[in-house]
């Protein structure tokens, strides 16, 4: 079992920047890959940035050039660093660690994030 604690987010204005960080704990393989997804109320969940233990990124169109993700290894942990905030990235914002040979993720709770002015 994995377990993913979140911390972070809040309220900020538009144009703000915020940082959320993500801690895993338990049976953590040395190749993996955490990241981030998001959920506005009505949607569905959609993907923000991924990145795998070797580092390679992956990121949703709409976060390029705004959004940075990384992580430590050895702290188990990753970052999203979120620039140019705009109304629309307001969402619940989940944690997510996978493995080539799990069927499916492991989730944190959920963090919120409001862009309001």
């Known amino acids: 079992q994995v377990q993913l604690v979140e911390s972070g987010g809040g309220l900020v204005q538009p144009g703000g920047s915020l940082r959320l960080s993500c801690t895993a704990s338990g049976w953590i393989s040395s190749i993996n890959t955490m990241g981030w997804y998001r959920q506005a109320p009505g949607k569905e969940r959609e993907l923000v940035a991924t990145?795998?233990?070797?580092?390679?990124?992956n990121y949703a169109d709409s976060v390029k050039g705004r959004f940075t993700i990384s992580r430590d290894n050895a702290k188990n942990t990753v970052s999203l660093h979120m620039n140019g905030l705009e109304p629309e990235d307001t969402a619940v914002y989940y944690c997510?660690?996978?493995?080539?040979?799990?069927?499916?993720?492991?989730w944190g709770q959920g963090i919120q994030v409001t862009v309001s002015s």
């Open positions: 997510s660690y996978n493995t080539p040979t799990r069927t499916r993720p492991s």
């Open positions: 990145i795998t233990s070797g580092r390679t990124t």
